[in-house]
């Protein structure tokens, strides 16, 4: 007999789980934050007070972009769709 009610049947294959909460992320997402910050760390070297122009920025990519180059204290320009 299988119990009822909410079970967690761990991540889905392609997914890991996201520390003691109730959601998962999908594993192309931490290896997209990963590019984006190689990219403005390593092959960029940007500096905070540096201006950075986002092509696509409405994009998944583009908007972790964006996010991680103001943590960085970079200001940001966004052109998308």
Do not use: C, H, W
Request: charged share 15%; glycine share 18%.
């Amino acid at each position: 007999m299988r119990p009822r009610g909410r079970q967690n049947l761990g991540a889905p294959r392609g997914f890991i789980e996201a520390g003691a909460s109730d959601f998962f992320v999908p594993r192309g997402y931490v290896g997209m934050g990963r590019a984006a910050y190689g990219s403005l760390t390593t092959g960029l070297d940007l500096q905070a007070g540096q201006t950075l122009l986002v092509r696509g920025g409405t994009s998944a990519l583009g908007l972790a972009t964006t996010a991680l180059a103001k943590d960085l204290g970079a200001a940001v320009i966004d052109a998308g769709r």
